[in-house]
Every structure is written in C-alpha cells, then in structure tokens.
C-alpha cells in the first residue's frame, strides 16, 4: 500500500504571526513596551493558524475533492501538496503539475508563443527539447488563438490567456495533478473542449487532487473527497457523503 501512496501530510499545521505582517513603527514598539510589557513579551507566540493538524495520504488512482468554504485553507493546502511551498509534513512521491491560475502571464510584452515557450521549460523540466517543442505545437493548436498567437500577450483578453495557459499545462499528465477552480475565464465552447481533455490527462495521472466550489464537479470528476471545516479536516469519504456532510453543516 505504502508505493502506492504519493502525498502525504502527517500532523501538518500552517500558521502565521500577525506581528510579522503587520507594519510598526518604533514609537509602537516603545509605547507597548512601558503600557503593557508582558504582552510585549508575549508577542512573539501570538499566531493565527491557518491549517491545524492536517492528516491525509493520496493515494494512486484518487480523485480528491477539497470541499469547504471560502478562507478555510483549500488553496494553502493545495500550494503546499504542489510543492510550491516546502514543510517536512508534508511529503511528495512524484512529479506533480499545480493548475492555479488560469491568467497568468509572465512577459506582458513578449508574444503568446514565447510566453508558451517560457512556460514549457517551468512546467516539463524533465522533457527533451525536442519533446517541449511536439508539446508547445499541439497547445498552441488547441487554444486556436491562431493568428493571435505572435501577438504581444498585453493585447489578449482574459479568457485567451486562460486559452493559452490551460492548452499548455494540460499538455501532459503527471504523478500528481493540482487544479484549483480551473474553469474560470473561459468562454462556454472553449470550457467544454476543455473539460474532455482535462479528463484525458485525470485519467492517465496517477493522482488528481481538485478544489472547486461547483458541487456538481465534485460529484462528476471524484472518487473522493474531504471536508475542510474550522481549519481541520472533519469528513472523508465518498464525494457523495461528503458534499452531504457539507451541505448539512
């Protein structure tokens, strides 16, 4: 069971300190000190927890669901189970390809086509040249932007730079797949020629995990799903069970 295992988060606990994130002067620092020293001392423990005590293993041929409402910690979950961020509870069996936001755009002033050629050495660092240039070929395809796609991307409407970015990223599956509330920003006959393919590359990952607030996704596309309530994870089952949980709290 344990090859097949691969994400897993053993008591994994995110937080942040308000006093780091918030600016102050010296004159705050001085007066705290002589107004209230044991709070100034104290300071330093104070802490907001974003995610408290996370246990969860992924395991090969899941299709997760993270369902929960909005600030409950879904996309700090998925950042760090796509490795963007780095935490020792958190470990990582494979390579894992993170879809977040379907806008991005590094080079306003360089084209749509060297934009896609950036994007293709971030997200296949593992291929040959010659594979990134078959990849780039077929996305550049599917986005049909067409002539648009030596266009300076400063030019491009939201939706074909969603367009762009999705063609690409789901260009190839992967061990672990991150998508985060993709389906935003496209047009209708866009999402559509999408969501066939994002089932291919669902299908031949070896996990997938997926946030969306869209319950009929949930149901659709997983196999299971987990609940995020009060920071912690409250119900993991069925996607079935699980949005019932949700919609029963």
């Not at 979950?77 to 993170?98: M, Q, W």
């Not at 020629?193 to 590359?201: A, N, Q, T």
Request: charged share 25%; hydrophobic share 40%; net charge neutral.
């Amino acid at each position: 069971m344990s090859e097949n295992i691969l994400v897993e988060a053993e008591k994994f606990t995110v937080y942040f300190r308000p006093t780091v994130h918030r600016k102050q002067t010296l004159r705050d620092v001085f007066v705290s000190f002589f107004t209230t020293p044991f709070k100034s001392f104290n300071a330093a423990k104070d802490k907001y927890i974003v995610l408290n005590n996370i246990s969860l293993k992924v395991y090969k041929g899941d299709v997760l669901g993270l369902v929960g409402v909005n600030g409950v910690g879904k996309t700090t979950l998925c950042r760090y189970f796509s490795g963007i961020i780095k935490s020792n509870e958190i470990k990582i069996h494979g390579d894992v390809r993170a879809i977040f936001d379907n806008s991005i755009c590094f080079y306003p002033n360089l084209t749509g086509r060297e934009n896609a050629e950036i994007l293709a050495e971030i997200m296949f660092p593992g291929t040959t040249s010659i594979e990134k240039s078959q990849l780039i070929t077929e996305a550049l395809a599917f986005s049909e932007l067409n002539e648009f796609i030596d266009a300076p991307i400063n030019t491009y409407s939201r939706g074909m730079r969603a367009r762009l970015y999705l063609s690409l990223v789901t260009a190839r599956e992967a061990d672990v797949l991150v998508l985060d509330e993709i389906f935003g920003g496209t047009d209708q006959f866009f999402a559509r020629k999408l969501e066939s393919r994002i089932k291919g590359i669902m299908e031949r990952s070896g996990a997938v995990i997926m946030v969306s607030h869209d319950p009929d996704d949930i149901a659709k596309y997983c196999n299971r799903a987990v609940v995020l309530e009060n920071k912690k994870i409250v119900f993991d089952g069925t996607p079935s069970e699980a949005l019932k949980f949700y919609s029963k709290d």
